[in-house]
């Protein structure tokens, strides 16, 4: 079983409209969770992170966390064409430096 | 300031060749990291060093990938005798130490083995 558990998508969402992203981990002792934005053929870029459970929201952003269910989601408000994009989730867990990633959802939005 | 640069962006190899890859991290910066990325896949980690200790290797799929970091800040990933399930994406992503949250990635070396 995969650790971080993405909806490979396509997910298409209309212009103006709420996009929603959701990542499933495995491992109880991941600490902190982040979403990276990754345009095609480009590097991946740190949206939020979350490491509280609850809400965490910077401008059109929502990071959402639920450590009980093992679920972080991310959503995004008034979606812009140039939302889209692949938005990977990562954990990262106590003690730990590295990122593990999941692999990536294709957000498209559709003018 | 500059970000986290990468040399050379694309690298073609033939099977069997040894290749390096460079990564230069933001300066100030102890930590640095590299993952690989398969086509239509996260990022996997692959090795992870503070200033020029490597504390993590676990990643590195076999003794054919070697990454050192000798003065701390520029870092060269080796891969002796590439194979083609080594194509890829190699990202290096460097941070502040410890408590720091950001990892900031470069752009990446693409390298297809032929």
């Known amino acids: 079983q995969k650790e971080v558990e993405q909806n490979s998508g396509p997910l298409s969402v209309p212009e103006g409209a709420i996009a929603s992203l959701n990542c499933t981990y495995s491992?109880?002792?991941?600490?902190?969770f982040f979403w990276y934005r990754q345009y095609s053929g480009k590097s991946p870029e740190l949206i939020m992170f979350?490491?509280?459970?609850g809400d965490k929201e910077d401008g059109r952003f929502t990071a959402q966390l639920n450590k009980a269910s093992q679920y972080v989601s991310l959503l995004i408000r008034d979606s812009q064409p140039s939302d889209s994009a692949t938005y990977l989730c990562a954990v990262k867990d106590f003690g730990n430096e590295k990122l593990t990633f999941g692999t990536g959802t294709r957000l498209t939005i559709i003018p | 300031g500059a970000g986290v640069s990468q040399s050379p962006r694309y690298k073609v190899a033939k099977r069997g060749q040894d290749v390096a890859l460079r990564c230069d991290p933001i300066s100030g910066h102890v930590s640095l990291f590299w993952y690989q990325q398969a086509l239509g896949q996260g990022p996997e980690f692959l090795t992870y060093?503070?200033?020029?200790?490597?504390?993590?290797k676990s990643g590195l799929p076999s003794d054919r990938f070697f990454a050192e970091r000798p003065e701390g800040s520029v870092s060269t990933l080796k891969i002796q005798r590439t194979q083609q399930e080594d194509s890829a994406v190699y990202l290096c992503?460097?941070?502040?130490?410890?408590?720091?949250?950001?990892?900031?990635f470069g752009p990446g070396t693409r390298l297809t083995v032929l």
């Open positions: 992503a460097s941070s502040l130490r410890g408590r720091g949250i950001e990892q900031f």
């Open positions: 979350i490491y509280s459970n």
């Open positions: 060093f503070q200033n020029e200790a490597q504390l993590d």
């Open positions: 491992d109880r002792g991941s600490q902190s």
